[in-house]
């Protein structure tokens, strides 16, 4: 992900904890708002209650200021007084996600909480997709696409949150009609994920049938060498998809022609362009 901007809090802690009291209150249009900012920095846990009094507010913050008031919130979740940022991740990425009213703001704040985060990086990426999808900012988050690998291995996180997060992104990049994007996408699945995740079947065999109907995509090895795929074949995982990938692999023009004509039914269920198929 880019570089997190560097930030500082000035002061000592209480009067920070106040300072970014008083504006969430100033944006909540209190009516006391040095009550306010006191109830929260009095409470016993003052960055816990920052995070649920900014809830659908302080993402709405104008434009100029929403990093800063993310940034010094972060930096407060990150004093040795406090739990840390990962036990703030969830509800603040999943909030900026849903609220941000700036889809560029919005995706700054959540690219420093991802760079700050440990335990919680794939909540974040998975905010960044949603409130991407929401600002029709969807395009920004391709140049990750190449990275997912190496950033998934970085994820203190399950096989199956993993899966979910770059399904969702395949998913995304399909809505918006990005089937190259999308492709890579379902690659980094099978290498970063591996063939024994529930949905490796699934998404094998999405990018077996998308090889065979992109015609960008030329290089079958890409797909095809990955372990996973190779371990979902030759365990007959595949089913049909592996038969497919068995005739891009090894049969020339004439011998797919055959192939396409005796298995037509079988290659219109799985959504294959035989035209396009057999130009590969």
């Known amino acids: 992900m880019g570089a997190t901007e560097m930030f500082f809090v000035d002061g000592e802690l209480s009067a920070q904890i106040t300072e970014l009291a008083q504006f969430i209150g100033a944006l909540k249009q209190v009516g006391d708002a040095d009550k306010f900012a006191a109830d929260l920095s009095t409470s016993s846990d ?6 649920a009094e900014s809830q659908g507010v302080l993402a709405k ?26 036990a703030i991740a969830k509800n603040v990425s999943e909030d900026v996600a849903a609220h941000a009213d700036s889809g560029v703001a919005g995706l700054r704040v959540l690219n420093n909480l991802y760079n700050l985060a440990d335990s919680s990086r794939a909540q974040v990426f998975s905010s960044m997709i949603v409130l991407a999808v929401r600002t029709h900012m969807l395009a920004t988050l391709v140049p990750q696409i190449s990275q997912l690998p190496k950033l998934l291995s ?56 998308r090889f065979a109907n992109l015609s960008a995509v030329c290089d079958i090895d890409a797909l095809a060498s990955l372990d996973s795929v190779q371990e979902l074949s030759k ?46």
């Open 235 to 280: 365990g007959g995982k595949l089913g049909p998809a592996g038969d497919l990938l068995n005739a891009l692999l090894t049969f020339d023009f004439k011998q797919w022609s055959l192939f396409a004509a005796d298995k037509a039914a079988l290659l219109s269920e799985l959504g294959v362009d035989s035209d396009k198929a057999g130009d590969k």
């Open 154 to 209: 970085e994820w203190s996180a399950s096989s199956d949150e993993k899966a979910d997060v770059v399904v969702a992104l395949r998913n995304a990049l399909d809505a918006e009609q990005l089937g190259n994007e999308a492709y890579e996408a379902e690659l980094a699945f099978l290498e970063a994920v591996g063939a024994a995740n529930a949905q490796s079947v699934a998404v094998a065999t999405s990018a077996i049938v």
């Open 46 to 51: 003052p960055v816990q209650a920052l995070v």
């Open 61 to 86: 913050a104008p434009e100029d200021k929403v990093e800063a008031a993310y940034n010094q919130l972060f930096a407060l979740a990150a004093s040795a007084e406090s739990a840390g940022i990962d």
